[in-house]
């Protein structure tokens, strides 16, 4: 891994396309005796991201496996600032459509971005 400097960090990370605006919800959890409990999710911040189809050139949708099972659609791969104060059990709006978030990746050798596998709520 090549450690770059914080000068060349800031240029990497301005240049990202990122065209689309990200809303991120953060959940919060009601419990009530003898319930099982909802989740409501409540706006935290804007960001910009860029959405990307999961699938070969956009034409199907990738399916995460998982011991040979099935385990999560994912219908995008979702590009965010490095900055996004965001977790996996966040959920996010782009274009008035809410996805959940399948998988959220920070570990990259340049620290450039966040990428996150997302599926499409409801």
């Known amino acids: 891994m090549i450690d770059l400097d914080a000068a060349s960090l800031a240029l990497m ?6 065209p ?3 809303v991120i919800s953060q959940p ?3 419990y009530s005796a003898g ?3 909802t989740v ?3 706006p935290s911040g804007t960001v910009s991201a860029r959405r990307d189809p999961a699938g070969a050139a956009g034409l199907a949708v990738l399916v995460d496996l998982i011991a040979g ?3 999560m659609r994912v219908d995008f791969i979702l590009t965010l600032p490095w900055s996004a104060d965001i977790d996996e059990d966040c959920h996010v709006t782009i274009g008035g459509d809410e996805y959940a978030l399948v998988s959220l990746t920070r570990k990259h050798s340049s620290r450039v971005c966040i990428r996150a596998k997302i599926s499409k709520v409801g």
């Open 13 to 18: 990370r301005e240049v990202i396309p990122l």
């Open 20 to 22: 689309e605006s990200c």
């Open 28 to 30: 919060t959890r009601a």
């Open 35 to 37: 319930a099982a409990g």
């Open 40 to 42: 409501t999710y409540t």
């Open 69 to 71: 099972r099935e385990a």
